[in-house]
């Protein structure tokens, strides 16, 4: 368990996980597990800000609930830990196409269903998520010297 005094500080390390690869590789997480596409972490914000008080509460509380195991877990940010706070994100979203006027929620819906999907299946596959420290963290793979270099120039931290 960690210092009392530093899970703030981790919170929003935990938080930026979502855009960013600021998570941990270590076994079953790898830093780029909870990168989210960004329009659907639009659509959330909007669904968040679009809900009635009790939608609201509720999201909020799933969310947050979600995170505490990564919050207060191990020393470092597991998006293994994360996973239960990240069905938060679809549900706030659906509170956004349920404000859609009704002959564009279908449209709107497929849009972003779809948007998300290719997003995320190409995020997947890329080398954006396989990045070499997280495909060298067994030392099986042979990854290209400079593509390591540079990745790890720009995120030294991981």
């Known amino acids: 368990m960690i210092p009392l005094a530093d899970i703030p500080a981790r919170t929003l390390r935990i938080l930026s996980a979502f855009i960013a690869p ?3 590789n270590d076994w079953m997480t790898v830093a780029t597990g909870a990168i989210h596409p960004l329009a ?23 969310f947050g609930v979600g995170l505490v195991p990564a919050c207060i877990g191990f020393a470092y940010a597991s998006t293994h830990r994360m996973l239960m706070a990240f069905i938060a994100v679809p549900l706030a979203a659906a509170i956004m196409l349920e404000k ?18 290719y997003a995320s299946v190409a995020f997947y596959f890329s080398d954006d998520f396989w990045t070499p420290r997280i495909m060298n963290c067994g030392g099986c793979y042979d990854i290209p010297k ?13």
């Open 22 to 24: 600021t998570a941990d």
């Open 40 to 62: 659907l972490l639009v659509a959330a914000v909007a669904g968040f800000a679009l809900a009635t008080w009790r939608q609201r509460l509720f999201v909020a509380i799933v």
């Open 100 to 117: 859609v006027p009704p002959r564009a929620k279908w449209p709107v819906t497929l849009l972003l269903g779809a948007w998300t999907a």
């Open 146 to 158: 400079e593509r390591a270099e540079a990745w790890m120039r720009e995120f030294p931290e991981r």
